[in-house]
């Protein structure tokens, strides 16, 4: 049974730019969650896509989207990029219900 | 919009000392998570508590759940070197909104 798996691994990009980050759930998995974590503080949600479907979203704005594919893999896409998205994407996946989620081990994006 | 708060943010303990994490939050959730991180690292799960009264325990972390006081605590019985991390909780609201709380990191000092 493989784990999440997210990459890149690193990213620096400049302001303006879009970003596209990858995540393969876990295997038996059909919910990814995303998360940005700053420095120094807790993972804020992003959103969530179930079965290919956004299934939940934090508070976020637009320039904040995803997909999820019929193999459960997922992106998250950000436009315009600021200095603040600077931080640390992971992606969780799980199974239907109430069950934990599983954490890749995450992308850390610098916006110079 | 939910608020969890963990206290204390910063916990430096002596090998061998017990204490406990709270985790408030603020509006009815029927799932708590707690989460381990370690430096540059990802988050591990370590436990799922689904119930009012839930208790669950894994070698010296027992994590609780009080639905009605809307708290959790992580208590850390005889404490270890292996234990430092940032833990962390989390509740879903409705609409699947996971929120955690700003963490808890802990140092044990041998």
């Known amino acids: 049974e493989t784990g999440v798996t997210q990459s890149p691994t690193h990213l620096i990009k400049t302001r303006g730019q879009q970003v596209t980050l990858r995540c393969s759930s876990q295997?038996?998995?059909?919910?990814v969650s995303w998360y940005q974590q700053a420095l120094g503080q807790g993972p804020q949600f992003i959103f969530q896509y179930y079965r290919e479907e956004e299934n939940g979203r934090g508070n976020f704005p637009p320039r904040f989207s995803g997909l999820q594919f019929p193999n459960y893999s997922s992106e998250l896409n950000v436009n315009a990029l600021e200095l603040d998205d600077s931080a640390l994407y992971l992606c969780a996946s799980s199974s239907t219900g109430p069950e934990t989620q599983y954490f890749g081990p995450g992308t850390r994006l610098l916006v110079l | 919009e939910l608020k969890v708060e963990q206290n204390p943010l910063f916990l430096s303990m002596q090998e061998g000392k017990n204490y406990t994490i709270y985790c408030n939050y603020s509006?009815?959730?029927?799932?708590l998570y707690w989460y381990r991180q370690d430096p540059g690292k990802s988050l591990e799960s370590l436990f799922v508590?689904?119930?009012?009264?839930a208790v669950k325990q894994e070698g010296r972390l027992m994590a609780s759940l009080d639905t009605k006081a809307r708290l959790s605590t992580l208590h850390i019985t005889a404490a270890v070197h292996d234990l430092s991390a940032t833990y962390f909780c989390a509740v879903i609201s409705t609409g699947n909104q996971f929120y955690f709380g700003t963490g808890t990191s802990l140092t044990v000092i041998p």
């Open positions: 509006t009815t959730s029927d799932r």
């Open positions: 295997s038996g998995h059909n919910t």
């Open positions: 508590l689904l119930s009012n009264g």
